[in-house]
C-alpha cells in the first residue's frame, strides 16, 4: 500500500514575492509564521492576522521544516 502523496504547503515561485517561500495559495510567507512564533506569539495569533493560511497548513509548514510549535496557550 503506497502512502498517500502530501503537497508541499510552502511554495517559492519568483512570480510570487520575488521568490520569497510563502504558504500556497497566498502571499504570506512562511518567515512570518516563524517570526510570530520566536517573537511569544501563539499560532492561534498568526492564524488571526494571517486568515488565508489555516491552522493545518501552518502546522504542516512547521513539521516540514522540522520548527518545533512552541507550547503557547490557545487564546
Do not use: W
Not at 504547503?9 to 504558504?23: H, K, Q, R, Y
Request: hydrophobic share 35%; net charge negative.
Amino acid at each position: 500500500m503506497k502512502a498517500a502523496m502530501v503537497e508541499p504547503v510552502i511554495m517559492a515561485n519568483p512570480e510570487i514575492m520575488s521568490g520569497t517561500p510563502c504558504f500556497r495559495g497566498t502571499r504570506v510567507p512562511f518567515k512570518n509564521l516563524i517570526d510570530y512564533l520566536e517573537g511569544g506569539h501563539s499560532l492561534d495569533e498568526f492564524l488571526r492576522q494571517f486568515p488565508t493560511v489555516t491552522r493545518e497548513m501552518a502546522i504542516q509548514a512547521l513539521n516540514d521544516s522540522n520548527h518545533p510549535l512552541p507550547n503557547h496557550p490557545s487564546s
